[in-house]
């Protein structure tokens, strides 16, 4: 029987987008009776009733944590099984078996510098180059490469010189933890507005939003679901400058319920990003009926076809003449809603998960 180690240690929802994948990619899996597959895990996460069904093996230490290159190590010397996939892109320097990595995005090679960080400048650059120098290893290492998006493969090809064959592409699904019948108006958000969900890096380009919401004059609000982050104070002080408190609201995390009531009475979803792995957050608010206003960037007209309306990311005056336009404008409103609803169909974790157990098959030796 052949061994298939999974590198599960970001696996769940506390781990964002990535711990998504890999807790979908790992329910969804089939079974084989010639694949025996064993789950490297936190032990945190090592006794989730979900994944008992596993063999388990546990890794205390963050995959990227210099540590963790040992601890991996000794994982490997101890076991040697036939494939690892490691589902982000810090792969095991020293395992000297067969990989699949997953890439997510090329987002720290993208958006780098003194800017995107709170850290020492010095820990920050020496941090950086270990983790370009490890995304480089695991493109050497790797038997084949999973993406996301044909973005994102189109940029792994043309920076790595990679042959085509290896960068798979398997698109991911959209989440289901929206409840369809729960619904909590608790947080007092004065309609109407427009919503964000997400984290606060740089890289979000909040700052043009903030911007376009100042532009509307108080018209419409804007609510911001995210978990506490180093650039929360950032964030803060632009809106402050822009004298934007009495018409942003900041409001953390917020339970399932009550992320439900926010999507589905938003006036739009808006994902101004100037670089995303996949957006799952705007295939989840077209799931919820929401329209979605999104940047032109990166992968994001890929995932959402024609089910967007799509705006110079650099561009507040654009963005905020659309806001307007779905706010007047109730035949194009429905027509999103109508368009998003047949896009979502398009994304399954089922299908992503078969994909990837193929890439397995054609991996073991």
């Known amino acids: 029987m052949k061994q298939l180690f999974i590198d599960a240690r970001l696996w769940g929802i506390k781990h964002t987008g990535i711990g998504r994948y890999t807790e979908n990619l790992i329910e969804k899996l089939p079974s084989s009776p010639d694949i025996e597959i064993t789950l490297i895990l936190t032990p945190e996460d090592s006794t989730d009733p979900k994944l008992h069904k596993f063999n388990r093996v546990i890794a205390k230490k963050h995959p990227y944590s210099p540590l963790s290159q040992l601890e991996m190590f000794f994982i490997w010397l101890r076991h040697r099984p036939d494939l690892l996939h490691v589902t982000q892109s810090s792969v095991p320097i020293f395992w000297f078996g067969k990989m699949v990595v997953t890439f997510h995005d090329l987002i720290k090679h993208q958006s780098k510098g003194l800017s995107t960080t709170t850290k020492n400048p010095i820990f920050y650059w020496l941090k950086y180059l270990g983790l370009i120098s490890i995304d ?188 307007l336009k779905i706010q007047k404008d109730v035949t194009l409103r429905n027509n999103l809603i109508k368009r998003g609803l047949g896009q979502v169909k398009n994304y399954s974790w089922d299908k992503m998960s078969q994909q990837t157990w193929k890439i397995y098959q054609r991996a073991l030796p």
Request: aromatic share 12%.
């Open 136 to 323: 480089f290893i695991a493109t050497l290492k790797a038997s084949f490469i999973l993406v996301p998006t044909q973005y994102w493969k189109d940029q792994l090809l043309f920076k790595y010189h990679l042959p085509d064959g290896k960068v798979i592409v398997t698109y991911e699904g959209v989440d289901s933890r929206i409840p369809d019948s729960s619904s909590d108006n608790s947080l007092s958000v004065t309609k109407p507005y427009v919503f964000y969900v997400g984290n606060i890096y740089p890289h979000k380009n909040l700052e043009v939003l903030f911007q376009a919401i100042k532009k509307l004059q108080g018209k419409i609000k804007l609510a911001i679901v995210c978990a506490r982050s180093v650039f929360e104070s950032r964030a803060k002080d632009q809106i402050k400058n822009l004298n934007l408190e009495n018409d942003v609201f900041f409001l953390g995390r917020v339970t399932d319920s009550q992320l439900n009531y926010l999507y589905k009475n938003a006036l739009a979803f808006v994902f101004p990003s100037l670089i995303e792995g996949f957006g799952l957050p705007g295939l989840e608010a077209m799931s919820t009926g929401t329209p979605v206003i999104a940047a032109r960037a990166s992968c994001l007209p890929e995932v959402y076809g024609q089910s967007a309306l799509y705006f110079d990311p650099h561009n507040s005056e654009e963005l905020a003449k659309l806001i």
